[in-house]
């Protein structure tokens, strides 16, 4: 199933039938991906005095409660409401949902004890790109980021003058297959999100952040169309699914 897009000065063309998944699902276990601190989702049946929603165990449906947290049981994707007193909804501020895209892969360098993306390493892969998606898949990139557990582990993450680069470049939407864009402990400073939302000048409210993703190594380093949409839930975040389409 293919089809031509029309956008600004070109034509791009993909072919719909071959999607390439780039979230991570979310498991009711312990060997689901984690972060922050908390416990493994639940995908549980529901259950009220004799009742338990389980065919297996009697009913005539399967109807499983879900418990989990956005930000830290996989793939999700999030708006300036991560980060401001005032309420603002993932679902009330992102209202296209293709874009044009560039996956790009950088091993985090060390800085001071810590793993960061710098400025330097996103000039050089950028340079001539002003992509609305960028999409970061970071090195190494085994598939234990499927089920890491990250808590307490500093992962790598964004410098401040490098997301204002990304910024500055004209991103609107950013991909990550890491925790968050900011160090793990940073005393709440998060300069990484501040700097992409330009949370001191005039917001970027339509700009979204997505976290946890994971970039098989089979998807090449290169421009593709990103669909991204959310579970339509009203929160700073919500579970999403990206998926690239090559261009062809
Ligand atoms: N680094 C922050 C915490 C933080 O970033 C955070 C905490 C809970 C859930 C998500 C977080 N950041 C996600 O991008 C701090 O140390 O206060």
């Given amino acids: 199933m293919k089809t031509t897009i029309s956008y600004k000065t070109k034509e791009y063309h993909i072919d719909l039938s071959k999607p390439l998944d780039i979230s991570i699902a979310v498991r009711g276990t312990k060997e689901n991906v984690n972060s922050w601190y908390i416990d493994n989702p639940k995908i549980e049946p529901h259950c009220d005095s004799d009742f338990v ?8 449906t399967n109807f499983y409660d879900i418990w989990f947290n956005p930000h830290s049981h996989g793939t999700h994707t999030e708006c300036v409401g991560h980060i401001s007193k005032e309420h603002q909804s993932i679902n009330q501020n992102l209202h296209q949902f293709f874009f044009l ?18 400025k330097n390493q996103l000039k050089k892969l950028l340079e001539d790109k002003a992509p609305k998606a960028l999409v970061i898949r970071t090195m190494p990139n085994s598939e234990t980021k499927l089920k890491r557990q990250y808590s307490n582990t500093n992962p790598p ?28 402990k940073d005393d709440g400073q998060l300069l990484a999100h501040k700097a992409f939302w330009n949370f001191y000048g005039e917001v970027r409210l339509g700009a979204t952040i997505t976290e946890f993703i994971y970039v098989k190594d089979a998807i090449a380093d290169g421009s593709y169309f990103l669909n991204l949409q959310v579970a339509p839930f009203e929160n700073d975040a919500s579970p999403s699914r990206p998926v690239l389409y090559k261009i062809e």
């Fill in 101 to 118: 895209a560039e996956v790009i892969t950088i091993a985090p360098s060390e800085e001071n004890g810590d793993l960061v993306i710098t």
């Fill in 53 to 60: 929603g389980s065919i297996s165990a009697g009913s005539s």
């Fill in 157 to 184: 993450y964004i410098i401040e003058d490098a997301m204002e680069y990304i910024r500055d470049l004209g991103v609107e939407h950013l991909l990550i297959d890491l925790p968050s864009v900011d160090k793990e």
